[in-house]
T-cell receptor, first 121, second 114 residues
């Protein structure tokens, strides 16, 4: 399977513990996005990377959240001191954006992984 | 920021009938409007998208229409089948590739009744 891979698929943790999720994007995709989806809602944007650079962070991403993409390939999302309100599905997506060399760009759709479901008890 | 509203939240249709889901958006700079299908326990999967330079796009049983003046777009599924049962999300973004984050609607749970 060459799609977006997320691990683990499920995580149950006690309130106050730290958790880390991993996302492996589609090979050669330079854009990587993190979204959070709560029950009955659509995904909400958290942050995104262009290669290893984190270009934008949502207000939803509090100081307890940190995301990295150290080598421009896989990414990790860490939540420190988890709270019950952090319980959600965390989705990763990737896409490829290329410069045309004329000032324009082209890109693929965003492909989503199957998500990591976090339950904080 | 962008705000996307989606209706209805649930929709049940007889197999073979058509289903229509509607979305409105607030940011006039949005120019890319994808529709995603999400099945239980899976991530969203793109089923069709439309850019602001066209008013309609069709792919077999699925079509999307866009009215930029009114800031609304709709998903049409014809000849519905049981495998169409899922949650559908509309989304909007300023897809000029300098900013591609998606703002999603709240979803429509579509149930196809055999």
């Amino acid at each position: 399977d060459t799609g977006v891979s997320q691990n683990p698929r499920h995580k149950i943790t006690k309130r106050g513990q730290n958790v880390t999720f991993r996302c492996d994007p589609i090979s050669e995709h330079n854009r990587l996005y993190w979204y959070r989806q709560t029950l009955g809602q659509g995904p909400e944007f958290l942050t995104y990377f262009q290669n290893e650079a984190q270009l934008e962070k949502s207000r939803l991403l509090s100081d307890r959240f940190s995301a990295e993409r150290p080598k421009g390939s896989f990414s990790t999302l860490e939540i420190q001191r988890t709270e019950q309100g952090d319980s959600a599905m965390y989705l990763c997506a990737s896409s490829l954006v290329q410069d045309l060399g004329t000032g324009g760009k082209v890109g693929t759709e965003a492909f989503f992984g199957q998500g990591t479901r976090l339950t904080v008890v | 920021g962008e705000n996307v509203e989606q209706h209805p939240s649930t929709l049940s249709v007889q197999e073979g009938d058509s289903a229509v889901i509607k979305c409105t958006y607030s940011d006039s700079a949005s120019n890319y409007f994808p529709w995603y299908k999400q099945e239980l326990g899976k991530g969203p999967q793109l089923i069709i998208d439309i850019r602001s330079n066209v008013g309609e796009k069709k792919d077999q049983r699925i079509a999307v229409t866009l009215n930029k003046t009114a800031k609304h777009f709709s998903l049409h599924i014809t000849e519905t089948q049981p495998e169409d049962s899922a949650v559908y999300f509309c989304a909007a973004s300023r897809a000029n590739f300098g900013n591609e984050k998606l703002t999603f609607g709240t979803g429509t749970r579509l149930t196809i009744i055999p």
